[in-house]
């Protein structure tokens, strides 16, 4: 199959977008933090002792409802609800260095009181946040939200609506977070799933070679990224 797609001169599939099977455009501000990515993926918590990809569906689901929360509303009739975790990324533009954190909701406090712990990692790494980049989401169209990025001198720019491709890097990650973290292997409880978080973050910023960055992991754009050589 590789010899006939590479015959009729078919790009690889590291050089198409993956949702619409169309060539990838990179572009890419100048410097570290000229623009900031931001944006909330939603992920359902896992039941302790492992869910269906850890015992099948039938097990699974017993286990799901066996740890759900009896004062919690389902969702759907018959359907347990263990809740949600709520992935909230910055990623730079330039560098694509990411700060992820899982939150227990969307809000407007909990979007705000993140951003301010990311633009302090960024500022650890000897970058200074000039402009973010969010989606028309609630939690980033609030006074507070506003508010807090005025404080610091950031410009907030907010992607048209139906056009999540304009934030698209934090897009893509978001997928690979998913494939690379999320579902990489089962997990036994949400507590486990939750601790792998931080040393693939850290794996993903130091040593995880990007194609937009010529084969180099994010801290290759970051002199002064802590870390850099563990």
Request: charged share 25%.
């Amino acid at each position: 199959m590789h010899r006939v797609l590479q015959r009729y001169g078919c790009p690889p599939l590291t050089h198409l977008n993956r949702a619409t099977g169309r060539p990838v455009r990179r572009y890419g501000h100048n410097a570290p933090c000229d623009l900031v990515h931001v944006d909330v993926k939603k992920l359902g918590n896992i039941p302790d002792g492992g869910g269906h990809r850890v015992h099948g569906r039938a097990i699974g689901r017993r286990n799901s409802s066996a740890h759900r929360d009896p004062d919690r509303p389902r969702t759907t009739p018959g359907r347990p609800n263990l809740g949600y975790g709520y992935l909230h990324t910055a990623i730079d533009d330039h560098c694509r260095l990411a700060y992820t954190e899982i939150l227990p909701d969307e809000r407007q406090q909990t979007a705000a009181a993140f951003w301010q712990r990311a633009q302090q990692f960024f500022a650890s790494c000897g970058i200074t946040a000039r402009r973010v980049l969010t989606d028309n989401g609630s939690c980033y169209r609030s006074r507070l939200r506003r508010d807090t990025l005025a404080a610091a001198a950031i410009a907030h720019k907010r992607t048209r609506p139906f056009r999540s491709q304009t934030n698209g890097k934090v897009e893509h990650y978001h997928r690979t977070l998913l494939d690379e973290w999320a579902y990489a292997r089962p997990y036994a409880s949400e507590s486990e799933h939750r601790a792998a978080l931080a040393p693939w973050l850290h794996m993903y910023n130091h040593h995880r070679g990007h194609t937009a960055l010529g084969g180099l992991p994010p801290a290759s754009r970051v002199t002064n990224l802590s870390g850099q050589n563990t």
